[in-house]
């Protein structure tokens, strides 16, 4: 496939990941927002200026922030000119929002833009109770007194309770991590191959941090600067020491190979090849295809395994094979995830069954998540898109020209969202 | 702030402070400004360099009120002056040193608030024979004297004007003198050389891409926003640790920031490239500002080698490797033809400091290196100088104690802290295109303190 125009990456910047509850307790996803798009525009020189569009999200989001991305960029230094949009994707927001703007872009509608997305578990809307919701507003309705009074009355102390978000999946009632605990058990994932990948996320992650990879793609943020969830002294043999908290006593998923709540920001610089080498802005990756793919969860089928149909679609219309990328980028939900959907691109069965030929067979752990992933990095939810994709497009442009990324990312819902991204 | 600074700084405390000898200190005059009152001029035995260089700035002078009889009562202006400007170019000998007296007497006591004394004569390598060159001195001490007794924020600064020096090359000293940019600079002499000037221009740094290292916060930010104001395309630099207050600076004054340890071997080149990308291949850096440094403080006794080596390596030897590569005509990115270096150089470096010995050492370093560096890249058209601050208001030292910090502040002839805009300002003076022929000096913003040269 071709297209008139090339989406380029040019660059990106997060905040540091911090810990829900952390360094970033008190501050909003529109000030994460912010702060992010700051950074970048810092590191690019664009204080003042107009971009072609910026668009992000939050997976959790107060009313007040209805159009969030636009009310982070009239608090940035963008021009106030610059328009924006609020995408939701689960986990794959960040990404599909890179996706919008780079389609945009090659399109011919767009010569720049900024993608990406925000997060806080810390500041998660908290809602009323119904009961206590439908008596004030009987009472705001209320003509008398007596009346109101009367609607006030209807309220009992256990509806003053306040209702907080819980991360399950609507139809089925399970959380993420109780649905990623089935398809675990399922796929016979090890708790000794869990704690491997999340002791590396942490190792490569710190070995990042200590060589300056993170120099230009991080700015520090109230005080916190670098990932608060990182453990460079983590070791399989302290993973191996923590309880299982999802899929029973005898499970295998723990607090150490399952994402820590997160708060955060990340976004992306995308522009035209063109507009981007006539002002000074320099091309790291283009971003070749993009696809999403979605399974019937509620009908049993594995929550966080749709990026397989979804690579599988994209290799094939690329004429591709898995095994043609010099870097993999599969987000760490949970260690189990990245192993599972590994083990089902190697199942022919299981491929044939979400519509491909047949397995798309191995991947090289050596080109795997190589400065770390969400296990070590933290995960807020919309961010993680913004954050790979910079991360990987900077790796791609180290190796040189023709390098190339895969970007894998499983959303609630029961969908996935991938890309492919290519050094230019 | 502690009780005692509290107390201090009530309107009670204030009271019997002023009782005390502690007066409230003058608010200087800072920025772009002009003197309000009339600009005196005073020429002697007709030299011209003073005048031609006035009216290249466009501002118009009166005449001096001299004091020919010497008596007890000198005549007056009748009202204020904003500056006496003296051209002492012609003096050689002592006897021509009573017609400075005479000028100055009736002027010290017109001066307005932030008023001006700028003298301009001759080094004493510029002169020959033994009488001219002591009197070439003596208008050393002279102007010294004058910085110490003038009141009310007035300055007094000696300016020594090479052979060949015109109009041209000796505006931009002028009119940093003149205006309230100089505002804590006092009782200072430097020296300006002969150079293909180009005129003064508004805003001066227009166009052109300067690199300033530590930018995030203090005196870094401030040379990053008067920088901003004249003009220039500013590469905020600062360790990425810092890179909160850095993207501040950097989108305040519509820069770029580089997060970046000065002290990683490849710093030069990170900057040189920073350069190249952002504002195109061909761009060349115009200036760097090496304004980064730390300090580790402790006695001599006390200071192990870790304390030493850090700061001696950000503060001295990373700049030297930094301009090494920036120097390097065929580095992409790396400083113009006609660029400028400017270092930040200490008083502690020049007087020496109890508890400082690694810094002193490191800012005084820069002092020799500006020296140093600065005839090898003369022939290039690229100056090279540096400030020396002396205690200046900045978060670093709002650290000292609060008794030790109001004695610092108070001794020297302005009475007060300098601001970090006073340090810019004078960085700003440097990098301004029109300053080429001043070139290897250290240039003290220090209100002149009482401590060191």
Redesign the interface.
């Known amino acids: 496939m071709t297209s008139p125009r090339t989406a380029v990456v040019v660059g990106g910047n997060r905040i540091p990941f911090a810990r829900a509850g952390g360094a970033y307790a008190a501050a909003s996803n529109h000030d994460l927002l912010t702060?992010a798009i700051?950074?970048l525009?810092?590191?690019?020189?664009l204080?003042?200026q107009r971009v072609g569009e910026v668009a992000a999200g939050a997976v959790l989001k107060h009313t007040r922030d209805f159009n969030l991305t636009r009310e982070a960029v009239l608090s940035s230094?963008l021009s106030p000119t610059t328009p924006a949009c609020d995408l939701q994707q689960a986990c794959g927001t960040g990404l599909e929002a890179v996706i919008y703007i780079a389609n945009k872009i090659a399109l011919g509608q767009l010569d720049t833009g900024i993608a990406g997305g925000t997060d806080s578990a810390s500041d998660a809307p908290i809602a009323v109770s119904d009961p206590l919701r439908r008596a004030l507003l009987a009472a705001n309705a209320a003509k008398t007194l007596p009346a109101r009074l009367k609607a006030l009355a209807a309220i009992r102390p256990g509806h003053l309770a306040p209702e907080t978000p819980r991360v399950v999946e609507p139809r089925t009632g399970l959380s993420m991590g109780e649905h990623q605990a089935l398809t675990t058990k399922k796929w016979g994932i090890t708790r000794q191959a869990q704690d491997e990948l999340a002791a590396a996320s942490h190792h490569h992650l710190a070995q990042a941090w200590s060589n300056?990879f993170?120099?230009?793609l991080?700015?520090?943020?109230?005080?916190l600067?670098r990932d608060a969830s990182l453990r460079p002294d983590t070791s399989v043999e302290k993973l191996a020491a923590l309880r299982p908290v999802f899929g029973g006593p005898d499970g295998t998923m723990t607090a150490g190979n399952s994402t820590p709540l997160s708060d955060g920001a990340a976004v992306v610089l995308l522009a035209d090849a063109g507009y981007a080498a006539s002002h000074?802005l320099?091309a790291l990756a283009r971003i070749v295809d993009a696809e999403v793919a979605a399974v019937d969860h509620p009908a049993g089928d594995d929550l966080l395994l749709a990026p397989v149909a979804a690579v599988g679609r994209m290799l094939a219309r690329q004429g591709l094979t898995l095994a043609d990328f010099d870097l993999y980028e599969i987000h760490e939900a949970f260690a189990a995830t990245v192993l599972a959907a590994q083990a089902a691109w190697r199942d022919d069965d299981y491929c044939r069954g979400v519509g491909l030929t047949g397995a798309l067979g191995e991947i090289d752990p050596a080109r795997l998540n190589v400065t770390g992933s969400s296990l070590a990095a933290g995960h807020p939810f919309a961010a993680t898109g913004a954050r790979i994709v910079a991360t990987l497009a900077k790796l791609l442009a180290e190796r040189g020209t023709g390098a190339r990324g895969l970007v894998s990312i499983c959303a609630a819902g029961g969908q996935g969202v991938v890309a492919i991204l290519e050094a230019v | 702030m502690g009780v005692l600074e509290k107390v201090f700084y009530s309107r009670p405390g204030q009271a019997v402070a002023t009782r005390a000898g502690l007066p409230e200190p003058p608010v200087l005059r800072r920025g772009t400004t002009w003197p309000q009152h009339q600009v005196v001029l005073a020429a002697h035995g007709g030299s011209r360099l003073a005048a031609d260089t006035l009216a290249l700035l466009g501002v118009a002078t009166g005449e001096p009120v001299v004091d020919d009889a010497g008596g007890d009562h000198a005549p007056g202006y009748g009202g204020r002056i904003g500056a006496l400007v003296v051209d002492a170019t012609g003096i050689r000998e002592i006897a021509e040193l009573e017609w400075l007296r005479a000028v100055l007497r009736p002027a010290v006591r017109s001066l307005e608030p932030s008023g001006r004394v700028v003298l301009i004569a001759r080094g004493p390598a510029d002169v020959a024979g033994l009488e001219a060159r002591a009197v070439a001195q003596a208008l050393d001490g002279i102007d010294r004297t004058v910085g110490k007794e003038l009141r009310k924020g007035a300055t007094a600064n000696l300016v020594q004007v090479g052979q060949d020096v015109t109009p041209a090359a000796l505006a931009s000293t002028l009119g940093f003198l003149l205006q309230g940019r100089s505002a804590f600079v006092d009782g200072q002499t430097w020296q300006v050389a002969a150079a293909d000037a180009p005129a003064t221009s508004e805003p001066p740094l227009a166009g052109r891409v300067v690199a300033v290292t530590g930018a995030a916060r203090g005196i870094g930010a401030a040379i990053a926003t008067v920088l901003g104001r004249d003009g220039a395309t500013v590469v905020a630099v600062d360790v990425p640790a810092a890179g909160e207050g850095l993207t501040a600076t950097a989108n305040r004054v519509g820069g770029s920031a580089l997060q970046l340890d000065i002290t990683a071997p490849d710093a030069g080149e990170r900057i040189a490239a920073h350069v190249a990308s952002r504002y195109g291949g061909d761009a060349r850096l115009y200036g760097i500002v090496h304004n980064a440094g730390i300090t580790r403080d402790k006695l001599l006794a006390n200071t192990d080698a870790g304390r030493w080596q850090a700061v001696l390596s950000v503060n001295l030897a990373a700049q030297l490797r930094i301009n090494d590569v920036l120097l390097d005509p065929a580095v992409a990115g790396g400083l113009a033809e006609g660029g400028r270096i400017v270092g930040v150089s200490s008083t502690s470096g020049l007087a020496g400091n109890r508890g400082q010995t690694n810094y002193a050492a490191s800012k005084a370093g820069v002092a020799g290196l500006v020296r140093a560096l600065a005839p090898v890249v003369a022939g290039r058209g690229i100056t090279v100088n540096a400030v020396a601050p002396g205690f200046i208001e900045t978060d670093m030292t709002a650290r000292i104690p609060f008794v030790q910090r109001e004695v610092f502040r108070r001794t020297n002839s302005l009475g007060q802290g300098g601001q970090p805009i006073d340090v810019a300002e004078a960085i700003g003076y440097f990098l301004d295109p029109a300053s080429a022929g001043v070139t290897g000096q250290v240039l003290r913003v220090c209100g002149q303190n009482l401590v060191g040269a």
């Open positions: 702060a700051d950074g525009v810092a590191r690019y020189g204080a003042g230094a300056g993170f120099d230009d991080v700015t520090p943020y109230l005080g600067t000074h320099t």
